[in-house]
């Protein structure tokens, strides 16, 4: 199936910032229609949208068994799981500002419903119908209640979320947990998350500006569009590249990071083809066919994205705490114990290469040596449990638990950092 993994990444792009954006459409065949669905889409600052497989999954069994002769039925399964689950999300911006904003995101796995997120007030509530799913996927009761009394006596309501039951976080907690894990802290600044949603909005009016817009005859509210993946792999670039400045140091670093070369060289221009339904003057859904992408194939398999108006996101009831420091505290407790881990069972080498990472991370944006930044980089790490403590000369002592281990940034940005066992 690798043939057509580059062309699909475009085709996703194309339909990303589609639906991220649809003032474009005004320039566009039928332009009243599609001017006044543009307007619509978004425009009370509370809409939502279920993601999903669309087509027919015996196409794409198909397809990978004839494209990979270690396919097996057990792979079949998973894409004929993938088939049966969607995901919705859904958001309310509320009053100005992030502080009142409120989202939910849903998940039917393999048909069973139930996983939900909402967050209200900056908390996080969370349920998850952990007892069903286990049984779903082969697993036995008695397991989860062997896991719900040992992990319930060390913290207090995680017995509740494997129960199924609503638990709470205080979003400051996740986000801590995300500084402390990556050095990064997720973007609370709403003039920045408008300026990427502007960003997002420019790739979407570039990419459709020279597309081919036609009408279905026997379906009047399906609009059918044509572009190319040399369009879409332009502005898929353009967009990540001016999102990363937008982002800053540490998160934009990470996202260039992680992407490497993969944006660098485009895909062979091909035709995309996205389908549109608009309704009454109201966008409905997106949807782009991956088998287009396979040479000479006819099948239909597909990722649709149909659009809601929103939901109405509320506290609910019966919520039980989950304080996130006890997870913190137990598992690093367990390692004091004798066990060589820290938190989320990283031991002290992965904590000292993720400081290593982040100190050349902040070279590489502020300048100068990752040495010079190592100081920085060991503060982010405020994960109870994990000590850091810079002796100098570019070295740090990480201790995790029992585990500790000295680590070295490299001279450059160019260079690895290295970790030895013991202390420095």
Not at 11 to 26: D, E, K, M, P, R
Not at 72 to 92: H, Q
């Amino acid at each position: 199936m690798k043939r057509f993994l580059a062309g699909s990444l475009a085709g996703v792009t194309a339909l990303a910032v589609t639906a991220g954006c649809a003032n474009q459409f005004q320039q566009l065949e039928p332009k009243l229609e599609l001017r006044q669905a543009a307007q619509e889409l978004g425009a009370t600052g509370k809409s939502g949208f279920t993601i999903k497989a669309g087509g027919n999954v015996d196409d794409l069994i198909a397809l990978a068994k004839k494209d990979d002769s270690t396919f097996k039925e057990e792979d079949a399964d998973i894409l004929r799981k993938l088939y049966n689950s969607s995901f919705t999300v859904a958001w309310d911006k509320a009053g100005e500002g992030v502080a009142d904003d409120k989202a939910l995101i849903n998940a039917t796995i393999d048909g069973v419903t139930g996983a939900e997120v909402r967050v209200v007030d900056q908390v996080a509530y969370v349920k998850v119908p952990v007892n069903e799913l286990v049984t779903k996927f082969g697993g036995k009761q008695s397991d989860v209640d062997e896991l719900s009394t040992e992990m319930g006596n060390a913290i207090p309501g995680i017995d509740a979320l494997i129960a199924g039951s609503w638990v709470s976080v205080d979003s400051k907690d996740l986000t801590k947990l995300a500084q402390g894990t990556t050095g990064v802290a997720p973007s609370a600044d709403p003039a920045q998350n408008d300026a990427i949603a502007a960003e997002l909005k420019t790739s979407a009016e570039n990419l459709l500006e020279g597309a081919t817009i036609v009408r279905d005859e026997k379906d009047k509210t399906h609009l059918v569009a044509t572009t190319t993946t040399v369009k879409a792999f332009t502005e898929a670039k353009r967009f990540v590249e001016a999102a990363a400045k937008l982002a800053g140091e540490g998160t934009g670093d990470l996202l260039n990071e992680s992407l490497g070369s993969e944006l660098e060289k485009p895909p062979a221009d091909k035709p995309i083809v996205l389908d549109l339904w608009v309704d009454n003057g109201k966008f409905k859904a997106f949807e782009v066919n991956f088998l287009q992408f396979v040479e000479g194939n006819t099948g239909r398999a597909t990722l649709r994205v149909e659009i809601a108006d929103g939901a109405d996101i509320a506290v609910p009831d019966n919520v039980t705490k989950l304080d996130v420091t006890k997870i913190f505290e137990a598992i690093n407790g367990a390692a004091g114990a004798g066990a060589p881990t820290g938190l989320g069972g990283g031991d002290a080498k992965t904590w000292a290469e993720l400081i290593g990472s982040q100190a050349t991370l902040k070279a590489l944006s502020e300048g100068g040596k990752p040495a010079a930044h190592l100081k920085d980089a060991a503060a982010d790490m405020t994960i109870p449990g994990v000590t850091v403590k810079v002796v100098g000369g570019g070295k740090a002592q990480v201790t995790s638990g029992s585990s500790v281990v000295c680590l070295t940034v490299p001279a450059t940005t160019s260079g690895k950092s290295k970790v030895a066992e013991g202390a420095c």
